[in-house]
């Protein structure tokens, strides 16, 4: 009897999943298949992230892709007048951080003494006592290291430069519309004349208003000088290959003699008039593009 019943308790057993000898292949299936897909899960939001990020965002052959930028700056200094000059320069990359380059910059130079005044008897108006317009012409060859670069397509980077070269002081006479009525005659602008101005050969109330800027351009004279630069550059431009930003620091410049700007009629206060060394503060704004 008791044999009977466990051969029937055998028989009846349940064999379905949790039987061993079923749980031991198909559990191994399930096992290995959620193994699977847990590999899976894992390495699907690394491959997102990877898809997702940009490509090169912190590459730096991806940002020194360029190896050429020109750009080109309106200048504006303590030295100057409301719009001191313009400016291009040209870089060529020489590794990630550090660029060579050459930069041309013209400015217009004023003195600090200068005055505009009303002609009394015309009612133009000239600066009195001056005889020559004064412009610098800045051939520049210097370096730039960035110290801190900006993310691919946005943020700020930050540059360092400073360069050297010669300048051309570059003197214009200053013209005057003068009248040159005969005595005794009622002004007759047939006889206004553009001269030159002279305070010992000028007298002010003959003075109609100044004349034109470039009247005296075949009879510029030179002034040969030297400066040194040096500056930050903040660039916001947002794509690789556009650039824009702006540019302060300072500049040092020396000519080989004062530059002869103010002449009043005591010719022995030229010199403490016209200066020969022109220290200022300078801001550029600039654009331009790397290929």
Same mark, same amino acid.
């Given at each position: 009897?008791? @044999?009977? =019943?466990?051969?029937?308790?055998?028989?009846?057993?349940?064999? !379905?999943?949790?039987?061993?000898?079923?749980?031991? #292949?198909?559990?191994?299936?399930?096992?290995?298949?959620?193994?699977? /897909?847990?590999?899976?899960?894992? @390495?699907?939001?690394?491959?997102?992230?990877?898809?997702?990020?940009?490509?090169?965002?912190?590459? %730096? @052959?991806?940002?020194?892709?360029?190896?050429? $930028?020109?750009?080109?700056?309106?200048?504006?200094?303590?030295?100057?007048? /409301?719009? !001191?000059?313009?400016?291009?320069?040209?870089? +060529?990359?020489?590794?990630?951080? =550090?660029?060579?380059? =050459?930069?041309? &910059? #013209?400015?217009?130079?004023?003195?600090?003494?200068?005055?505009?005044?009303?002609?009394?008897?015309? #009612?133009?108006?000239?600066?009195?006592?001056?005889?020559?317009?004064?412009?610098?012409?800045? %051939?520049?060859?210097?370096?730039?290291?960035?110290?801190?670069?900006?993310?691919?397509? @946005?943020?700020?980077?930050?540059?360092?430069?400073?360069?050297?070269?010669?300048?051309?002081?570059?003197?214009?006479? *200053?013209?005057?519309?003068?009248?040159?009525?005969?005595?005794?005659? +009622? %002004?007759?602008?047939? *006889?206004?004349?553009? $001269?030159?101005?002279?305070? &010992?050969?000028?007298?002010? $109330?003959?003075?109609?208003?100044? !004349?034109?800027?470039?009247?005296?351009?075949?009879?510029?004279?030179?002034? %040969? #000088?030297?400066?040194?630069? !040096?500056?930050?550059?903040?660039?916001?431009?947002?794509?690789?290959?556009?650039?824009?930003? /702006?540019?302060?620091?300072?500049?040092? $410049?020396?000519?080989?003699?004062?530059?002869?700007?103010?002449?009043?009629?005591?010719?022995?206060?030229?010199?403490?008039?016209?200066?020969?060394?022109?220290?200022?503060?300078?801001?550029? /704004? *600039?654009?331009?593009?790397?290929?």
């Amino acid at each position: 009897m008791r @044999s009977n =019943w466990s051969a029937n308790l055998q028989t009846a057993a349940p064999t !379905g999943a949790g039987h061993p000898s079923a749980f031991g #292949g198909r559990g191994r299936r399930l096992l290995a298949g959620a193994g699977l /897909l847990a590999g899976l899960g894992l @390495s699907l939001p690394a491959a997102a992230q990877d898809q997702a990020r940009p490509l090169g965002l912190n590459t %730096p @052959s991806d940002e020194q892709s360029y190896q050429k $930028e020109v750009v080109f700056g309106i200048n504006f200094n303590t030295q100057g007048a /409301l719009i !001191g000059g313009a400016s291009v320069r040209s870089a +060529r990359v020489l590794d990630e951080r =550090w660029l060579r380059f =050459w930069s041309l &910059e #013209g400015v217009m130079l004023k003195n600090s003494k200068e005055q505009r005044e009303v002609t009394p008897n015309y #009612g133009g108006t000239v600066v009195r006592g001056k005889v020559n317009y004064a412009f610098a012409l800045r %051939p520049s060859f210097g370096m730039q290291r960035i110290l801190f670069r900006k993310a691919a397509d @946005s943020g700020v980077q930050v540059n360092g430069l400073l360069s050297a070269g010669p300048t051309l002081g570059l003197l214009l006479p *200053y013209y005057i519309s003068y009248d040159r009525t005969p005595g005794g005659q +009622r %002004p007759d602008p047939q *006889y206004f004349q553009e $001269e030159a101005f002279d305070p &010992e050969i000028h007298s002010f $109330e003959s003075i109609v208003d100044r !004349g034109s800027l470039f009247g005296g351009v075949g009879k510029t004279s030179i002034v %040969p #000088g030297a400066h040194l630069r !040096g500056a930050l550059s903040f660039e916001y431009g947002r794509y690789r290959d556009a650039v824009a930003g /702006l540019e302060t620091g300072f500049l040092l $410049e020396a000519y080989t003699k004062h530059l002869t700007i103010l002449k009043p009629e005591a010719t022995s206060a030229n010199v403490q008039l016209n200066k020969q060394f022109f220290p200022s503060v300078y801001l550029t /704004l *600039y654009f331009g593009h790397r290929s």
